[in-house]
């Protein structure tokens, strides 16, 4: 954020000079944990510096849902044989996908339909059972992009007596590039290259100039 703070530094440097090492560098640690914590409340806000929102999520087609029960054969993994599925519940999502209650796992499961290797009459004892509505833990809420990635443990600041720093950390910053950017990437190891729209993450808006300004007064008046 070295630009966006240029003005702030063509202002301050003289101020700045007339300070101690220690003094210049308590206050740019002061200025740089409110510098993130402004990005932080902004993100959370999902809007760039200049004030636009972000690009919204990419909405997902709502999944079918099946009825009943079904029995296939799936691979276990590893050379081993296929092992037989019983699922309930089950609904079709994207990428041709079944996600539903596997009953020999005991657990929700998801399966890729072209992985099946054969379809199997379904046991007499799980026809007809729908087994009720399928459910996942925190599913159906939409929370907000990047709630994560601007928290504290990844949205870190930084300062000495010559400046600051507000930026991501670890393997993180890879992540917050693409979307700052918006380059193209994978969601996933296995999954094709997609563009992701540009959303900012950081940048200095003029709130935050004034709040640094102010910052910098309050210490020399304290001075």
Same mark, same amino acid.
């Given at each position: 954020m ?18 101690s090492?220690g ?10 944990r409110?510098l993130?914590a402004g990005?932080r409340?902004?993100i959370?806000?999902?809007?760039a &510096?200049?004030?636009? !929102?972000?690009?919204?999520?990419? @909405?997902?087609?709502p999944p079918?849902?099946? =009825?009943?029960? $079904?029995? /296939?054969?799936?691979p276990s ?6 092992r ?8 079709w999502?994207?990428?041709q ?10 657990a929700?499961r ?12 379904? &046991?007499p004892?799980? !026809?007809?059972?729908?087994?009720? @509505? ?5 599913g159906i =809420?939409?929370? $907000?992009? /990047?709630r ?18 507000v ?19 994978r969601p996933?190891?296995?999954?094709k290259?997609?563009?992701? &729209?540009?959303?900012?993450?950081l ?21």
């Amino acid at each position: 954020m070295t630009d966006e703070l240029a003005e702030i530094e063509r202002i301050a440097g003289a101020l700045l000079r007339g300070l101690s090492s220690g003094q210049r560098r308590t206050l740019m640690r002061r200025m740089a944990r409110d510098l993130g914590a402004g990005q932080r409340e902004r993100i959370a806000g999902q809007h760039a &510096p200049d004030g636009s !929102a972000f690009a919204p999520r990419k @909405k997902k087609e709502p999944p079918i849902s099946g =009825r009943g029960a $079904a029995c /296939f054969l799936y691979p276990s993994g590893g050379s081993g044989e296929p092992r037989r599925v019983i699922m309930k519940s089950f609904t079709w999502g994207a990428g041709q996908k079944m996600t539903g209650f596997d009953i020999d796992a005991g657990a929700i499961r998801t399966f890729e339909f072209s992985k099946i290797v054969k379809w199997l009459p379904v &046991p007499p004892e799980h !026809a007809n059972r729908s087994g009720g @509505k399928l459910r996942r833990r925190g599913g159906i =809420r939409r929370r $907000a992009m /990047f709630r994560r990635l601007s928290s504290a443990r990844f949205l870190r600041t930084g300062a000495d007596d010559q400046s600051l720093w507000v930026g991501f950390s670890g393997k993180v910053s890879a992540i917050a590039n693409v979307h700052q950017r918006g380059l193209r990437d994978r969601p996933s190891i296995r999954a094709k290259p997609v563009d992701y &729209p540009q959303r900012e993450l950081l940048g200095a808006t003029a709130a935050d100039r004034e709040r640094l300004l102010d910052l910098l007064y309050s210490h020399m008046a304290e001075a």
